[in-house]
């Protein structure tokens, strides 16, 4: 990756126009297959988009890499808690692919307290000519029958229908805010504010409890699990994160509570950077395993950080995201952006890591070169095709042509949910309420 990197747009079929956007248009979570080939979205909605990626022709060989809409349906609907007078809002917070072991697809969504397996199939076939019934579908008189027919399938135009195979309900009492499958694809874990669980995808009625930091009085709390994730080939092996800027490694041989961690990653804080402010921006808000199974990273408010298995008591990097900001986190803690929590995503081979920021910029960070860049995702810029142009902030003193102010940020506009091709150059980032996509130039 270079200083002027080159991406670009290849597609806006997602685009929406924001004059007429609602709340439930915007984008909550944003992931692709194992193999590239389809794109999920989730949003506030309780809706999961997924396109699907277009099949090079011959007569328009540029076109190959297009995402086009293949399947629209509704997730999660709202619900109440009668119990506790409780709303719970239908909007999907994570989408994790199964996969593909025949010709449907499978996926894992989840809103704050239900997990679903939904299968994605294609049937372009119709069966005719039934004994027991009409054309219509109604059931006849069995008297009337008097020949024995061979039912047969008719083409008919492709379908693709979404159904629901499983619901794992009524197991977080808390908002639940990952979850991750695990590498035997037998099991996953969800994971909300103090509990992680551990599910067989054969099995609703049941789940292990397998983390449970809840204390015996509450008012004792100090810190809350923010995000967890499977090891990518170790089946035994998983981190999460906390509020308090801690990872920790468990390996569930060890025990059946992994309440005793196996590792402890924390960097000690330097004293003199200490302010009222660094226990919320601390805070961890993803944590991901590297393709590798060696590397973790860790995304907090400012940063990005980067932590090898062998060595707990410092990341290995340290990537600054937006430090332009640290002088203005007095007005990002009136506004509540200061408790914005910001996704990160490796590249397919672990050397590029990438993060959003706010106005619609998003950061890149080569781990090989030590360069990085600062994209904008907007509707201004990004015509189809178009090269993007790196971003700078400039935060005091004279300002150039092609800077912007930090004063002139828009806060509203923020990158929090991204995703990386699993073997190409080709980036999903949802700003708001519209997703981009965005891929190496062709030359």
Known sequence: MEEDIDTRKINNSFL???????????????EFNHTGELLATGDKGGRVVIFQREQESKNQIHRRGEYNVYSTFQSHEPEFDYLKS???????????????????????????KTVKLWKVSERDKRPEG????????????????????????RPMDLMVEATPRRVFANAHTYHINSISVNSDYETYMSADD???NLWNFEITNQSFNIVDIKPANMEELTEVITAAEFHPHHCNTFVYSSSKGTIRLCDMRASALCDRHTKFFEEPEDPSNRSFFSEIISSISDVKFSHSGRYIMTRDYLTVKVW?????????????????????????????CIFDKFECVWNGSDSVIMTGSYNNFFRMFDRNTKRDVTLEASRENSKPRAILKPRKVCVGGKRRKDEISVDSLDFSKKILHTAWHP????????????????????N
């Open 194 to 196: 103090l509990r992680i």
């Open 308 to 336: 090898d298995l062998n060595m707990e008591n410092r990341p290995i990097e340290t990537y600054q995201v937006h430090d332009y900001l640290r002088s203005k986190l007095c007005s990002l803690y009136e506004n509540d």
């Open 86 to 112: 409780l709303e719970i809002e239908e909007k999907i917070n994570k989408i994790r692919w199964l996969p593909q072991q025949n010709a449907a697809y499978f996926l894992l969504s989840t809103n704050d």
């Open 423 to 442: 073997s190409e150059n080709i980036i999903a980032v949802a700003a708001t309420n519209n997703l981009y996509i965005f891929q190496d130039k062709v």
């Open 16 to 30: 929406r126009d924001h004059s007429y956007a609602t709340e439930a248009d915007i984008i909550s979570t944003v």
């Open 130 to 153: 039934y004994n027991l019934k009409d054309e219509e579908g109604r059931l006849r008189d069995p008297a009337t029958i008097t020949t024995l027919r061979v039912p047969v399938l």
